[in-house]
């Protein structure tokens, strides 16, 4: 069982930055792909980013690229969400997820291990 639980949401404005993490307890995190998910209200979940459990490997989704980036430090069981020039649009709550193998997945239904969610709130 992996425990996960977000912080760095808040308030800004937009083009600025935060930076989520995501810290995981329970067992080792190094073996596991982890993602971002955001949902905004009225909206379904959307997928944001994922990594390898090495980190080499990542994926976003285009909304996000160039402007977001995870990195891991599994030394630390944490992982980071960076993100820059926020827009409004970028106004939901964060979800962390995880899951074992080596396939970095969009799909939420793939992972199983969800953290409690961080809200972001990017004002205009």
């Known amino acids: 069982q992996v425990r996960l639980v977000e912080s760095g949401g808040g308030l800004v404005q937009t083009g600025g930055s935060l930076r989520l993490s995501c810290a995981a307890s329970?067992?080792?995190?190094?073996?596991?792909?982890v993602a971002w998910f955001r949902q905004a209200p009225g909206k379904e979940r959307e997928f944001v980013g994922a990594a390898s459990w090495s980190g080499n490997t990542t994926t976003y989704t285009d909304s996000v690229k160039g402007r977001f980036t995870i990195s891991r430090d599994n030394v630390k069981n944490t992982v980071y969400l960076q993100m820059n020039s926020l827009k409004p649009e970028d106004t939901a709550v964060y979800y962390c997820?995880?899951?074992?193998?080596?396939?970095?997945?969009?799909?939420?239904?793939?992972?199983?291990?969800w953290g409690q969610g961080t809200q972001v709130t990017v004002s205009s």
């Open positions: 329970g067992r080792s995190f190094g073996s596991y792909v």
């Open positions: 997820t995880a899951k074992s193998g080596n396939y970095v997945s969009r799909d939420a239904a793939r992972y199983y291990f």
